[in-house]
Nanobody, 122 residues
């Protein structure tokens, strides 16, 4: 069984930065495409970023391009989301997810973490 545990969320002022981490256990990280999603209060969960098994390809939601960077360290079984120039509209619970098939921006991922709260104050 694959387990995903997010960390690194918190409260930050607009314009600030946070780095989220997702620790994966149970199987080798390189078996999975990894993604980050988020859900704001009263809204549906949405795609944020995804990265291929060895990091050669990445996809981003348009509104985070140039501000967020997804990366992975397969040796440490950890995936990261570096978030810069944060905006109040980035406030949401952020989730990491693992997928056994190819890159996807849909929620069709097999494994999910519990989420970490990111709050950006104006």
């Amino acid at each position: 069984q694959v387990q995903l545990v997010e960390s690194g969320g918190g409260l930050v002022q607009a314009g600030g930065s946070l780095r989220l981490s997702c620790a994966v256990s149970g199987r080798t990280l390189s078996n999975y495409v990894m993604g980050w999603f988020r859900q704001a209060p009263g809204k549906e969960r949405e795609f944020v970023a995804a990265i291929s098994r060895y990091g050669g390809s990445t996809y981003y939601k348009d509104s985070v391009k140039g501000r967020f960077t997804i990366s992975r360290d397969n040796a440490k079984n950890t995936v990261y989301l570096q978030m810069n120039t944060l905006k109040p509209e980035d406030t949401a619970v952020h989730y990491c997810a693992a997928r056994e098939r190819g890159l996807a921006t849909s929620e069709d991922y097999e494994y999910w973490g519990q989420g970490t709260q990111v709050t950006v104050s104006s």
